[in-house]
């Protein structure tokens, strides 16, 4: 009597979930999967709530209010942001300096040998050699590069510009490579075969219907660059990330919190600046 | 027939106006404007940060460079110290794949008010540009002081940025959702959390996918540094050795570092060709 009942409440089961047998499945995988994971980041969310961390977090956090705003700290601040974008500006220009012409070997429309099919043996290497150059400025993080710059240089803002400016040649370098790929090589190749030269056909070519996308993509880097340069300060490479470190290490709350909020002014600054530039330029 | 098309017909004008070229600068042109702008920011950045290019060209600093990458070109490749290496790469994969985790569980979270109306609205789209507009790093530095040195709080703060930036991307996919079938499980009486689960979820979660794959990448490459400020994983063991001045073993961790990078977006990139 009772096992056709079961069969259709099982029947009814299915119906009502087709899907259950997998979902439960795939949640199982993923708690043996999480497990190890949460064990190597020693993954242990009750110690944020035991005594001995709860007291200082809550007295750091009560600091942040009121920010400190004495007028000579609010000078400092306003220095040391100046000195953030400045790192950022100067690290990106140096870097279009360098990613100009690497792009400009590696873009395989302007091959005068790619012409004819298949590239010479010689250049087809050149381009590979400057692609992995391009690969490596790029795949070592900025923080990275500054830290060793600044056992090169000291400490400093000289350190945070070099180390923006070879990872920015990196990132530059292949997106500016990309977007000259993907336009319409067709001027382009005719000016080639014409006999112009590559630079010519750069410009006459490849230019005018790039320019705006090029530009662009460089605005908007040079907005993440201000949110590295000041990242970049942590390791001593000047600007308001070292200043915020340093008060971060003697627990000043009101002063961390000051500078947290000029730096979200001055990303918000930043992404309205560059959204309304890339705006007029479209 | 086939007609011929207008174009070819059209006489051409007699003689082409002349035009001269415009000219160089002019005050009502914006782009000038910027390109200005843009020249002043930069020769004022140049000029105003004491930059030591002598240092950094000078024979001293030159030849200490070379010293450094020399030390560099010889990695550590002894089995205890590649067993340590290895424990480390570890810790940061699974920094990054918690801490994105995570980030997709806050996210979702934040994004259902956030793609709601109202005040509501307002308030939690400021707390995700808030969470999302401060770095990693960071975050990481903030932390510390609550989680302690270690893994925990690296993998905290990669949660938190990036809770922002996908509980952002979650809330426009919910918002451009298809609104229909939602539509009709209410005027059946469906409760919203069910719609959610049945309606919206469905829709939005190629996107989810491909948004959480993209950050997980982001977030690898970001777990090998935040150790720098003592938060754990590649990166610690990189700022211990590298103050240490022990560049062997500085070159094994930067080694490893690239080949992590490399490694996963590889993985990501052929996850993303299979998906399509």
């Known amino acids: 009597m009772s096992s056709p009942n079961r069969n259709r409440s099982n029947a009814f089961a299915s119906v009502r979930d087709p899907a259950f047998l997998r979902r439960v499945f795939w949640l199982a995988l993923a708690a043996v999967l999480l497990w190890p994971m949460l064990v190597l980041s020693e993954f242990k969310i009750w110690t944020l709530f035991s005594a001995e961390s709860l007291k200082p977090t809550l007295k750091f956090l009560a600091d942040f209010f009121p920010p400190k705003l004495e007028p000579e700290f609010l000078l400092m601040v306003a220095r040391e942001t100046w000195r953030t974008v400045a790192m950022a500006t100067a690290g990106i220009a140096l870097a279009l300096i360098f990613a100009i012409p690497l792009s400009l070997i590696t873009a395989r429309v302007l091959s005068v040998s790619g012409l004819a099919g298949h590239m010479g043996y010689g250049s087809a290497m050149v381009r590979t050699v400057v692609r992995w150059l391009l690969i490596v400025l790029r795949s070592v993080p900025e923080l990275i590069w500054a830290l060793i710059f600044v056992r090169v240089v000291g400490l400093g803002p000289t350190a945070g510009v070099l180390a923006i400016a070879l990872t920015y040649t990196g990132m530059l370098g292949k997106v500016y490579c990309e977007i000259l790929e993907s336009s319409d090589s067709a001027v382009t190749h005719s000016l080639l075969r014409n006999g112009t030269g590559r630079l010519q056909a750069f410009f006459y070519g490849l230019l005018p219907q790039s320019a705006a996308e090029l530009t662009s993509y460089t605005v908007y880097r040079w907005e993440c660059a201000i949110r590295s340069s000041a990242v970049l300060g942590f390791v001593g490479a000047g600007g308001l990330g070292q200043q915020m470190d340093a008060s971060m290490k003697m627990f000043n709350g009101s002063e961390v919190s000051t500078m947290l909020i000029v730096f979200m002014l001055l990303v918000w600054l930043a992404d309205r600046a560059s959204s309304r530039f890339r705006e007029g330029l479209s | ?276």
């Open chain 2, 1 to 276: 027939m086939k007609a011929i098309p207008d174009i070819a017909c059209k006489p051409l004008p007699a003689q082409l106006p002349s035009q001269l070229p415009p000219p160089l600068w002019d005050a009502r042109c914006k782009a000038c404007w910027y390109v200005v702008f843009i020249a002043l920011l930069t020769i004022a950045s140049f000029w105003s940060l004491d930059l030591q290019w002598g240092k950094f060209l000078s024979l001293d600093a030159i030849q200490k460079m070379g010293r450094f990458v020399a030390e560099l070109l010889t990695p550590n490749f002894e089995t205890p110290f590649l067993n340590k290496l290895w424990w480390a790469t570890l810790e940061t994969l699974a920094m990054s794949a918690l801490g994105t985790l995570l980030a997709v569980v806050l996210g979702l979270l934040l994004a259902l008010p956030a793609s709601h109306s109202g005040a509501v609205r307002t308030i939690t789209r400021a707390a995700l540009n808030a969470l999302r507009s401060i770095p990693e790093l960071i975050w990481a530095t903030l932390l510390l002081i609550a989680a302690g040195l270690g893994p925990m709080a690296g993998t905290l703060a990669l949660a938190l940025h990036t809770s922002g930036v996908l509980g952002r991307l979650f809330a426009e996919a919910i918002e451009n959702s298809e609104g229909s079938p939602a539509m009709a499980l209410r005027t059946s009486g469906v409760s919203e959390l069910k719609i959610f689960f049945y309606a919206t979820l469905p829709q939005i979660m190629p996107q989810l996918i491909s948004y959480t794959l993209y950050r997980w990448e982001n977030n690898i490459r970001a777990a090998a540094v935040l150790g720098v400020v003592g938060a754990g994983g590649l990166g610690a063991m990189l700022s211990f050795h590298m103050s240490l001045f022990q560049m062997a073993e500085t070159s094994s961790v930067l080694l490893a570092m690239l080949a992590l990078v490399v490694l996963v977006d590889a993985l990501s990139y052929w996850i993303r060709k299979a998906l399509g």
